[in-house]
T-cell receptor, first 112, second 114 residues
Framework: DVKVTQSSRYLVKRTGEKVFLECVQD?????MFWYRQDPGLGLRLIYF???????EKGDIPEGYSVSREKKERFSLILESASTNQTSMYLC???????????FGDGTRLSIL | GQQLNQSPQSMFIQEGEDVSMNCTSS?????WLWYKQEPGEGPVLLIA?????ELTSNGRLTAQFGITRKDSFLNISASIPSDVGIYFC??????????????FGKGTKLSVIP
């Protein structure tokens, strides 16, 4: 079974802090994705990566950056957290080609 | 960009009833996926469809890839309380620009009354 592990289920941070969300997958997948999920807005893609050290902006990259130094790990960084970044963050991975994405359990992030 | 309309937004049904939900797209997709998300969890893949007209089952769940390639349907037969959750459709135009990306519907929230 595919396993996508997000480092924290719940996280509380303060405005202005630099926040790191970590995601690890154990299936040697090339593609990794970060989404945020908000009521009424569904899943929105923040960034994705199709290879080590490669990254592409999704639909809402502003205020975020990412890092992929190793194939199995994809980090989402909130450079200076703001209250409007309070959300559920979901990481996903997929192999190359037309294959489904598999999701982690999410990190519920609150910015106070 | 591509848009997916998923309906209904929510449904309340009696245990044992059948359920239908669907997604329609403004453009053609080559892949349709259906996910279920339970409270506090991430989405879990239920069914993947890769060909127009394809009908695939997973237990009591059946999904179809529409002939026009612009829609997909998910049916749940004889619902049980553990079917509660939010069901998402997702589509992909593959290959093509942005072919790694999925377009998601906004979800159908299913409540089952015992």
């Amino acid at each position: 079974d595919v396993k996508v592990t997000q480092s924290s289920r719940y996280l509380v941070k303060r405005t202005g802090e630099k926040v790191f969300l970590e995601c690890v997958q154990d299936m040697d997948h090339e593609n990794m994705f970060w989404y945020r999920q908000d009521p009424g807005l569904g899943l929105r893609l923040i960034y994705f990566s199709y290879d080590v050290k490669m990254k592409e902006k999704g639909d809402i990259p502003e205020g975020y950056s990412v890092s992929r130094e190793k194939k199995e790990r994809f980090s989402l960084i909130l450079e200076s957290a703001s209250t409007n970044q309070t959300s559920m963050y979901l990481c996903a991975s997929s192999p190359r080609g037309n294959q489904p994405q598999h999701f982690g359990d999410g990190t519920r992030l609150s910015i106070l | 960009g591509q848009q997916l309309n998923q309906s209904p937004q929510s449904m309340f049904i009696q245990e044992g009833e059948d359920v239908s939900m669907n997604c329609t797209s403004s453009s053609i997709f080559n892949t349709w996926l259906w996910y279920k998300q339970e409270p506090g969890e991430g989405p879990v893949l239920l069914i993947a469809l890769y060909k127009a007209g394809e009908l695939t089952s997973n237990g009591r769940l059946t999904a179809q890839f529409g002939i026009t390639r612009k829609d997909s349907f998910l049916n749940i037969s004889a619902s049980i309380p553990s079917d509660v959750g939010i069901y998402f459709c997702a589509g992909r135009s593959y290959p093509g620009a942005g072919s790694y990306q999925l377009t998601f519907g906004k979800g159908t929230k299913l409540s089952v009354i015992p």
